[in-house]
């Protein structure tokens, strides 16, 4: 298959990276213990570790509605609440996983322009009730990058933090594009997540360029306590651990992991500023991770999937465009070729 | 890396087999619908359709702990009861992840010297009690083959199959080790399964030859209603599901999965055959899988201990060895010599 | 205690009814047989079954909080959602107890205005996602009356019944002041329940003049299939139920439950036709059941509470007042009166 | 009724005693506020303060099954583990409850002659697992007395408790019938709780002569953070707190429960003294509580319904009979000498 079959729905419809890939490889030879006593999950936590330059706790789940609902659920009771974004992951697309991981916490949304949270909103949320009848807010959860694409500063996670921690909240970061967030800021891991004041960060593998698996980091170990039962219980303990792990070794210690995000972040720049100047269409959202959203005639999406293109739209006429580690530069100039041929078939079917 | 440095204490050692490695990197190829959309998944659930010889309702979820409990939570509910024996995997090793999937499903431990329910066990557990104060039995389940390695015949399954239909339950079938149950048998997996009343089959995966992943079947298609938002909110999902298919593509179109568990038996037999007249050794059970339990004095075991071999041990001096798809014969062989060694030295020793 | 020392901030405040008192007295006479095994509890569901013209499944549990969420748990799955209003007590008051007990149901609520949902807002949620990453819906919850005190009107309650009937939705009436609906309605039981379509209701009982105890009614009995099970394993089967059920013959048998409800219905009308040329008063919702939500100056409020008055109040300046069955008519107007001074207090303060 | 209908079937048979119904009458006297706010419910709760000598925290739980899963919920996490005896009823005959509201922990049984658990038997079952498969041991749950009627003496609970501090474990005690204990030891009910190492108590007040509810003691207040919320959640809540609170006022005030609890033990022993002679007969379990098992062949058992008595029965031939605040020693006179009556008739039928 060539690039000319890439479609830019979801980050997911790419493959295995090279490096992931040859890191499995690796693995696979001979024996191994079972259930992350082998070597390369202890070399995966030990990259994560030097990577972060901390020496944080490391565990391995399937999958993101997993890790960051195991994570929700470490920290809070079933009679406390989550604060999150409306339009979180962990809202809107994990069927209602947060709640069934820990029994019961409520998410209490805060609408949000752009899908990130303020302090103020924030602050509105967990002291707006503080009776018995109303879950008590025990954590915050922020998406890094956020579902739209942007990117929390590290000044904005600073100020999230603050509160949370006047508020006696925990500071969870849903990070599915983390490295993602990364290159865009161009800052150290560490800066954006621990050293600003986050608590545990699930980061994401599998937009990155593995076949599956997501890390979960907790930064203060006493946060940890039992989290391996947690996941054996919740079934998120791979028994050939070597190839949840290995792959994390192949992304992290060459730095394969940020390379891929950087390559997903300049194609979403490239479509979007391929696209500046075209009539009716404009981005939603800045576009500052690998993700475009845009605004555009319900024609001219007609268009688009009538030249093959597949993609998500939105209630009032968005469309979203998401590009992977193996995004063909080629095939993003396509899709913005054709958005232009559309516009002006949208313009003329309009006139 | 060689067979020297292979180890028995579990099959979960053993790495990917060349067919599922194969069927994972073809489908590492270009771009793929996410969530089970794409090729690889629809021809992995054909297969199994095929190899079944029925129309069956096919999942995937990541691990054995995941597949087992959500099969039953899916059969019962909170209130209700799963009766298992005392050494089923449910029981003694997922950490109460029954439990945790079906929010508080009881299990009903039988006490039995091989690991095989009896249709008297069933009984005597099902209608032991009948008051509300204790969970209403709802759903038996087995393990084919047992925990220590004995094969339920067909004959024991239909016996079995037809006092849950008297009384109103739902059987499941633990199959992390199916493939082997079917080499000793030499049956059509049909015949052990929904021909003989099984409703719910978990196919295991990992221990076949898999990276990762087991296979849920579901014979009556009204059992498996919404079983896939089910999946998807207890976190056994994969996006990239190309790659938790394929490899079963792989296994189940060419007949590995039938290879992989001869050899691993074969292995077992070799080893019981080779044992068999040495003395104070003597097999704790029937050698029908790819397991070998064996009773042995503690002087001999510290003996293999020493000679660098790892395996798990029991109350009571029994050792225990499991055998892979890639078990090396010559390593067997090697395992058998130095425990004909060992019973010397503890003869030796004990004089 | 006179009642001067009435306060109206709940109809929880009032205490147990003489009828109901009787009733416990009488049952508190010898020896019964425990957990629903005694006469009390068949008079009781016998009761319900005449009062609703139907042979109605009937179960007694202690709070709304457990009667709502068992009844919920029990109409749909985890990975289900149920739909109701924003203002849905469920949603707003009983700290994510449906979610604890259903393990994980997502609540999909609807802005209404005044609390009623519509059979446009049902649609609208259960047909705006049909993925499986967003938990399928299953069940309508709605209030009667609504938390703000409105009454649905039957046709109404029928037409959400119809489109919950189209959309393969059940249909549940959270009645914790049900009793009040029948009195603004002045229509049997049966005609705004089941013969509009409602599917299971939950009868409440504590503010309608007894101690503790709300009734679970199943108008389809295949619905509560093992519903006893739920209850017993979610603490709710009460060991002495006669108790529990004793109460509910005092107040069905001889129209307690009608004429408690007409009194409070009658004291919250009172109240509202004594204030309604008050200046910078109004109401802020229609007054059909037993509770009046005022609009009201922040200074006239707090002269409120400096004349000792005890009310919730909200956000944008309402203050709500509820009756009950044993409101002194002396001391709404007490209240009005204070109401009446407050405004001219407010508007010199004002001035 | 007269005591002629007196049945021994279940110390849940009886009523309410007159202090109890006294307190209930006092507080049904105008209004309170709810959900705990009122004078009675801390009057109650101070009441078990100095019954303690102890500074602790009280919760009011409306059941039995309810009070103890909360309070073990409290002490564990999911995948943890709760070590009990055999026979402890949340084991027996709670339908899962502890398992529902914890989420899945799992209960380890030590079978035990006499239901009480050893500290050999905590440590034996504490430490038999420590690998990740298995739940994590967290707390021990005793029965005091235990289901069969046998009181842990002081120097046993503090021996239970050394075993616990020394392996990290919770101690929480069943004490449905805990005044009967305290009756029978004749100690400070603080000498056989937190002075000999319980950390949790649930004191029972259906069975001491209540109408519903029991009480939850935290004496470490650090292990009762947020519990208000666990119980709000999880339907244990009551809106009109007071009539839950204001029976705990009279039971424990003036004496009551102990009054009440000696009176049950005493027709407890006057059974067992009665029949000590009579052939064919024996106490199952020595007699310390209100209980009494008897050995009796069916003939007898047979007999003794045919007269009319209700009992529950147990694989063996053993017939349980309870003795509660309000048993006439005449009725259990009368018992005494149908049992002789049958003795004698079972005796010829056998001839």
Chains 1, 2, 3, 4 share one sequence.
């Not at 339009?87 to 697309?93: F, G, K, P």
């Not at 998120?236 to 792990?245: N, P, T, V």
């Not at 959202?285 to 005639?297: D, I, K």
């Amino acid at each position: 298959m060539t690039h000319e079959s890439q479609q830019f729905a979801s980050d997911n419809y790419a493959g295995i990276c090279p490096e992931a890939w040859a890191a499995m490889e690796s693995a696979n030879v001979g024996h191994a213990p079972a259930y992350g006593e082998d070597d390369w999950t202890q070399r995966a936590a030990d990259a994560f570790r030097k990577l972060f330059d901390k020496d944080c706790e490391v565990f391995f789940a399937f999958n993101g509605t997993a890790a960051n609902s195991l994570a929700l659920a470490s920290l809070c009771q079933s009679y406390h609440s989550v604060i999150c974004s409306s339009s979180a992951h962990v809202e809107t697309d994990e069927c209602g996983a947060p709640e069934f991981f820990s029994n019961g916490s409520k998410l209490l949304v805060a609408s949000t322009a752009d899908g990130k949270l303020t302090p103020q909103a924030i602050r509105d949320l967990a002291t707006g009730r503080s009776d018995i009848h109303f879950p008590k807010p025990r954590v915050v959860t922020i998406t890094q990058p956020t579902e739209t694409g942007q990117v929390y500063t590290i000044a904005e996670i600073q100020a999230i933090s603050a509160v949370c921690r006047e508020l006696g909240l925990k500071l969870h970061m849903d990070g599915a594009r983390f490295a993602h967030a990364c290159a865009h800021l161009g800052c150290e891991p560490a800066d954006v997540t621990w050293r600003a004041g986050v608590d545990v960060l699930c980061f994401g593998g599998t937009k990155n360029g593995m076949a599956v698996g997501e890390a979960i980091l907790f930064f203060d170990p006493a946060l940890a306590q039992d989290f391996d039962y947690r996941c054996k219980q919740a079934g998120q303990l791979a028994s050939k651990m070597r190839f949840l792990a290995a792959p994390w070794v192949g992304m992290l210690e060459n730095g394969a992991w940020l390379r891929n995000a950087r390559h997903a972040n300049r194609c979403a720049t490239r479509l979007a500023d391929a696209i500046i100047e075209v009539a009716d269409v404009e981005p939603m959202f800045p576009v500052e991770g690998n993700a475009v959203f845009l605004r555009a005639p319900e024609a001219l999406l007609e268009y688009l999937r009538a030249q093959g293109w597949r993609f998500y739209t939105f209630i009032g006429g968005g469309a979203r465009f998401m590009f992977a580690w193996d995004t063909a530069p080629a095939r993003v100039d396509a899709l913005a070729a054709d958005i232009r041929a559309g516009s002006t078939f949208a313009q003329q079917a309009a006139a």
